[in-house]
């Protein structure tokens, strides 16, 4: 393993802390009794207090330290004072361990007194501190200049969504999203159980991938020597629950589609399903509008949000708009009644890619796609599907050719997918062979007959309408966050890169030894102290910068090297 020139350096720290007889990865528990929230809002002089968390700054003068620690909660100013720690002739607690073998993200417990500087300052007096957690990594530091500029922050979305961990250190505000996230979570409970309704679990894995048009990722059950597929939506197992007697039931799942990752897609992502027996799509409207405004109060404070430069109003009723008439408005083109073919030849005349694989569905999804979706920006119930879209929905009871259908609308981008759920046997039997018309041409998305399924109809479901949301765009909508990424804690990610293995010479270790401190210096200054000649320091600095070991920048007119 490469180890960088701070890494060596801590791994030494942490043989003299063994030599000393002190065990830096300690098993015991650290009883606390305090947090730096608590400290906070529970603020009296004097007062006893036990914490634990990371220490993230110092400043060290002399027999005198002022410091930041940092735990779940926030951050609180401690101050280590030589005497308060070391009463007594030995004063290596402080000299040795605290200022030569502590660093900068080193977890430790401190117990002490509290008190306020002269700045006003809430602080806690170190009387004792115990190392609980020796860091073998620098965490990223972040400065700022006299300008108010901050350089070398954390703020790679790579790598930030690659070290979660790190990115949750040193940018504490992350956290707030998934704070956010889960009050999501609770809220919507809350509602479902309130009205009555039951939270159920179905299969991840399943012999047929059902409840949706997506491609799924395949595995192998060997003990079966069976193919099964990672789920792609819950909705048929919620279904054979109604058909079970379940009045209502629900679920938050993890599903997977294996198809394009982008600002809005990942190939794991969680959705929420809910389906409520003897209820149409009308009533599923009512419902999800109270839902949200509920779901945003919750989250926010408000039934407000923003989400870059608008402001989302989640107060219901929501307005309610045919998809013939969203893309007769934008596109002047009635899709009622219209041909596989007349389809296909619009949808190309106004710039489509379009092939011989789709079916009136698709079609008609990419023409609403592509120049009526970007239109909706507050919440809006686009109804009123046609049939080719909706092979799960029920035909609508007064328009030839449509379904009972809605798909919620905000900034551009469907949240929410519902149903008068369709629960005649013979009809979707012939849907899933429309389906399976469609893979043969060539469609991967297209469903699959569910024999199991069509059994259990035939058992008979009630009237039932059905709920889909996707849990992680929603919360992007109340995050303010564009990207699918911020808010969920692991994306999916390419490989990383490994880092190439480096023989460093004699002069590589000089400008690393010059480097160790962690701080920016001049290059020049580097290049003076190293007493290299202008050859030596030319091939020695290349080396580790093309290695990305150390890193050079220019602030000011200045070439600054420090190590990466």
């Known amino acids: ?59 060290i003068q002399g027999k005198a330290s002022f410091a930041e620690l940092q735990d779940s909660k926030g951050k609180i100013q401690v101050y280590f ?50 190392l609980l957690t020796k860091a073998l990594r ?22 930030r969504y690659r070290q979660r961990y790190v990115d949750l250190t040193v940018n504490p505000q992350v956290k707030e999203i998934f704070v956010k996230r889960t009050k999501m979570f609770n809220a919507m409970r809350t ?44 909705e048929l197992y919620l279904k054979r629950l109604i058909v079970g007697g379940f009045d209502g039931v629900y679920e938050f799942s993890k599903n997977f589609r294996n198809e394009g990752m982008d600002r809005t897609h990942n190939p ?57 008439e969203a893309i007769q408005k934008y596109t002047g083109f009635d899709i009622t009644g219209k041909t596989e073919q007349e389809l296909f030849d619009f949808a190309k005349s106004i710039g489509i890619e379009v092939n011989e694989t789709m079916g009136k569905g698709k079609l008609i999804d990419e023409i609403f796609g592509e120049k009526c979706e970007g239109n909706f920006i507050q919440p809006t119930f686009i109804t009123d599907y046609p049939i ?24 551009g981008k469907e949240i929410a997918n519902a149903y008068s759920e369709l629960n005649d046997p013979i ?53 303010n966050n564009a990207s699918i990424q911020e808010v969920l804690f692991f994306p999916q990610m390419r490989p990383e890169k490994t880092v190439p293995q480096v023989e460093l010479g004699e002069d590589e270790k000089v400008i690393l030894e010059i480097l160790k401190s962690g701080e920016q210096l001049p290059l020049n200054d580097v290049k003076q102290q190293s007493q290299l000649s202008g050859k030596k320091w030319d091939k020695a600095s290349k080396t580790l910068t093309k290695n990305n070991l150390v890193k050079v920048e220019k602030i000011d007119e200045v070439l600054l090297m420090k190590l990466v």
């Open 138 to 159: 620098p965490l990223p530091q972040a400065k700022t200049d006299e300008n108010g500029v901050v350089h070398d922050g954390f703020t790679d979305p790579e790598l």
């Open 81 to 130: 004072n030589r005497d308060e720690i070391c009463p007594g002739e030995d004063k290596e607690l402080y000299n040795e361990v605290y200022k030569h073998l502590l660093d900068i993200g080193d977890i430790i417990g401190i117990e002490g007194t509290l008190f306020t500087t002269q700045v006003g300052e809430m602080t806690i007096l170190v009387k004792n501190f115990t």
């Open 268 to 324: 794991e992502f969680t959705a929420m399903e809910i389906y409520v027996a003897y209820k149409d799509y009308n009533w599923m409207m009512d419902f999800t509008e109270k839902l949200l405004e509920f779901c945003a109060t919750q989250v926010n404070g408000s039934t407000e949000s923003t989400f870059g430069e608008h402001t989302i109003n989640w107060t219901a009723p929501y307005p309610r708009v045919s998809m013939t």
């Open 427 to 479: 009809d979707q039997r012939e849907r899933f062979e429309s389906q399976m018309a469609l893979s043969e041409r060539g469609d991967d998305e297209a469903m699959f007959i569910d024999q199991d399924f069509l059994r259990a109809l035939e058992y008979g479901m009630p009237p039932t309408s059905g709920l889909g949301i996707g849990m992680d765009r929603l919360i992007m909508f109340l995050t």
């Open 388 to 411: 080719e879209m909706s092979p799960l929905t029920k035909k609508h009871r007064s328009k030839e050719g449509l379904t009972e259908r809605f798909e919620l609308m905000v900034c």
């Open 191 to 234: 509602f479902f159980n309130d009205a009555g309704y039951f939270e159920v679990e179905t299969p991840i894995l399943q012999s047929i991938p059902g409840g949706a048009a997506a491609k799924p990722f395949i595995t192998h059950h060997n003990a079966l020597d069976i193919p099964l597929y990672l789920r792609i939506a819950n």
């Open 1 to 59: 393993m490469q180890l960088s020139e701070q890494e060596i350096i801590r791994r030494e720290k942490l043989n003299k802390l063994t030599e000393m007889g002190i065990n830096a990865f300690p098993a015991e528990e650290y009883t606390i009794t305090d947090t730096t929230e608590s400290i906070k809002q529970d603020f009296s002089e004097n007062k006893q207090v036990k914490i634990a968390g990371r220490l993230m700054s110092r400043r």
